[in-house]
């Protein structure tokens, strides 16, 4: 008994800076475990007891038979993920990686999609259960879900009368269906995945009905499991709703699903809500740090395929060479699809036997909008089918063929480079800043957690004034580098800036990417990220009440700064295409009119509440206050008049429009 001693000291010192509370709750487990110690007797006969031999089972026997729909599977087997996950990703999960020879691996470290849905961690003690009779279908439960554990589901009355329906899967009839049929054709529900799920209960804490509450794992898994793999088999009905809302994006299917992330991270709902906005055309460049870790750690990769088998690219590259990384893929992209759109003109310039006149009129609606996400989308829906069916003939031209084995690039791909702070405002910067000046066609979305949150949560340029952190453990005594308005002056003629905060406003965020998206230049969007090393002091389900107070007192306003729209004379010709221009509308695209010197837009409202009481709620900060109330006034007093001098800016933008 003279370690208990010890412990609680080591318990102490350790845990000093979390707060009294803190301590004494670990000091209260260390009394009740040694009161509940229980002797357990070992049978003699297991000392030369020998472990049965292992299964041989496939991975068609794994979760991966029903972890995804019927399309969706054909597409992953197609891409090698059966294969992949007996002879690698098994092996490797079961610490026998070493085993492994050189040939099992595909060449440039290669994964395929979706492994993530077969692993199964089961880590949750407790897990969302829904209660139909209170939820108003909002979507807010899923959009909010780090790890794509929660969903909405549609179903068909057909579908709920098959033998296969499990005993007490509850649905309710579907609101607000603009097309496919009266309301009533389709019923509504929200599923867990309860081995998948990480117990965070951030859906809990945001939904605004009351509908979820946390419930035991062991009371609720027999039969959310049930429902998971019947709901997993039905067919994918994103298309029946506006993906540029927060309801109807997230009846799209997340094409980053159950990632490492931990628990009630605040980084990866931004990354899977650009899936569902963009996934099937994205490519992703990611930065060293927790997004390349959660993203693509060894053998596991939690990006995956919808139906149609299309789903992001992803590649990582290093802290100090991201962005010129992601320029090179946008450079090398925009390069052959323009020696494309080159050879489908020589081609429409050839009179006969160079396609039917349905082809070619596909092929000259797609260069019309080849430059245009969504409508490059729609042209490629019908030029595709037609391009495959007269290439596959025997007497095609050599032209067609060649169009052909080009076919990926008929797609307008949506660039996307992702970091954290730690890129972004340090290491990264000078990439960054010269990714910004070159006006290309490409996105940046800065998950910011204000540290170094992958390597133990160091200060970086990012960190506010006050925070205590690792090398600042006196607080840190300068502002916060304000990056995205830094952007916005420097770049404000032709970057677009947005400074968003998914917790706090769910449409400002989807209206953040779809701009940004759309916009025909550089973006940059700030995304603030709750994180564990912040220290929120009611756990990391409660980071959506955190995030909103940090917008309500003004410490992370919300604002999108749009560029000025050139008029029709600075347009090149493309741009000035009135048939485009009439598509875009008959499409509720947004036209942008000309707009001399640029909008801002101020999302967040004038600050309420008191700093410092949001500030208390948080480790990093509460604890400078412990331990030097005096240094502790003066660092936050110099954070609340940075705060009224960004705010004043901002205000006088978006009054003057012009930055």
Same mark, same amino acid.
């Given at each position: ?8 000291? #080591? ?69 090698? !993920? ?39 961690? &089961? ?32 179903? /068909? ?28 054709? *389709? ?24 509908? %979820?509450?946390? #419930? ?16 997993? +088999? ?10 540029? &809302? ?11 699903? $159950? ?22 055309? =994205? ?47 946008? $450079? ?21 036997? *160079? ?23 729609? +042209? ?17 031209? =050599? ?8 076919? @990926? ?16 405002? @340090?290491?990264? $910067? #000078?990439?960054? @800043? ?10 940046? !979305? ?8 992958? /390597? ?32 916005? @002056? ?15 406003? *769910? ?63 600075? !347009? ?15 499409? #509720? ?12 837009? %101020? ?37 609340? &008049?940075?705060?009224? +001098? ?14």
């Amino acid at each position: 008994m003279q370690a208990i001693p010890l412990l609680k000291d #080591a318990i102490a010192q350790t845990y000093s800076k979390q707060g009294a509370e803190v301590v004494a709750r670990n000091h209260a487990a260390v009394d009740t475990a040694l009161n509940s110690v229980i002797k357990v007797d070992i049978p003699p006969e297991w000392a030369t007891a020998e472990d049965a031999p292992a299964a041989e089972d496939s991975a068609a026997d794994t979760p991966l038979s029903e972890a995804q729909q019927p399309a969706a599977r054909a597409a992953a087997a197609k891409l090698g !993920l059966s294969q992949f996950v007996d002879t690698v990703m098994r092996p490797v999960l079961q610490l026998q990686g070493d085993t492994l020879p050189v040939s099992a691996f595909k060449p440039g470290n290669w994964l395929p999609p979706g492994t993530t849905s077969v692993e199964r961690r &089961t880590v949750a003690t407790n897990i969302p259960h829904w209660d139909p009779a209170h939820c108003s279908e909002c979507n807010i439960c899923s959009f909010v879900c780090p790890h794509a554990a929660i969903r909405p589901v549609v179903a /068909t009355a057909g579908e709920l009368a098959a033998d296969d329906v499990p005993v007490g899967f509850e649905t309710k009839s579907l609101r607000g269906l603009k097309s496919g049929g009266a309301d009533a054709e *389709y019923t509504y529900r929200v599923q867990v995945s309860p081995q998948d799920c990480t117990g965070c209960s951030l859906c809990v804490s945001a939904c605004p009905e009351g509908s %979820l509450t946390m #419930a035991p794992l062991a009371e609720e898994l027999t039969q959310q499991a049930a429902n998971w793999k019947f709901t997993r +088999a039905l067919p994918d009905r994103g298309s029946l709703f506006n993906r540029n &809302t927060v309801r109807g994006s997230q009846f799209q299917p997340p094409l980053l699903e $159950f990632s490492g992330a931990c628990e009630g991270c605040g980084e990866t709902a931004y990354v899977k809500l650009l899936t569902q906005l963009f996934g099937e055309r =994205m490519i992703i460049a990611n930065a060293c740090g927790c997004s390349s870790v959660w993203g693509g750690w060894s053998p596991n990769n939690p990006y995956t395929v919808n139906s149609e088998g299309r789903g992001p690219a992803w590649a990582t590259s290093l802290l100090e060479d991201n962005a010129q990384f992601a320029l090179g893929i946008h $450079f090398a992209l925009k390069q052959r699809r323009m020696a494309y759109a080159s050879a489908v003109r020589g081609l429409l310039q050839q009179q006969e036997g *160079y396609g039917s006149s349905r082809l070619r009129s596909a092929l000259e609606e797609w260069l019309k909008v080849m430059d245009n996400g969504l409508l490059c989308h729609q +042209a490629v829906q019908q030029l595709q089918p037609l391009l495959e069916a007269e290439c596959s003939a025997s007497y095609a031209p =050599m032209a067609l063929k060649h169009l052909w084995e080009g076919v @990926d690039l008929l797609e307008k791909p949506s660039i996307w480079i992702v970091g954290g702070d730690g890129w972004a405002y @340090d290491i990264g $910067f #000078a990439g960054l @800043d010269h990714v910004a000046a070159t006006g290309e066609d490409v996105n940046i !979305l800065v998950l910011d957690t204000e540290s170094y949150s992958n /390597t133990g949560g160091q200060k970086s340029k990012s960190t506010p004034v006050g925070a205590v952190v690792s090398l600042a453990a006196r607080g840190k005594q300068t502002s916060k580098k304000d990056l995205a308005m830094m952007m916005m @002056d420097a770049y404000g003629q032709d970057v677009y800036v947005a400074s968003v905060c998914l917790e706090a406003d *769910y449409k400002q965020v989807v209206k953040a990417f779809a701009e940004a998206e759309a916009h025909k230049g550089v973006s940059i969007i700030v995304a603030y990220a709750p994180c564990a090393m912040h220290g929120i002091s009611k756990g990391m389900g409660c980071s959506a009440v955190e995030a909103r107070a940090a917008v309500d007192v003004g410490y992370w306003p919300l604002w999108r700064w749009n560029p000025p729209v050139k008029p029709a004379d600075q !347009l090149g010709p493309q741009q000035q295409n009135s048939e485009v221009t009439e598509a875009m509308a008959a499409t #509720a695209v947004t036209v942008k009119p000309h707009v001399p010197h640029g909008k801002l837009t %101020l999302d967040s409202k004038k600050p309420k509440g008191q700093l410092e009481e949001y500030l208390q709620g948080q480790v990093r900060f509460s604890a400078l206050t412990r331990q030097d109330p005096a240094v502790s006034a003066e660092l936050h007093q110099h954070m609340q &008049t940075d705060i009224i +001098a960004r705010l004043d800016k901002l205000r006088r933008i978006a009054g003057d429009g012009a930055s």
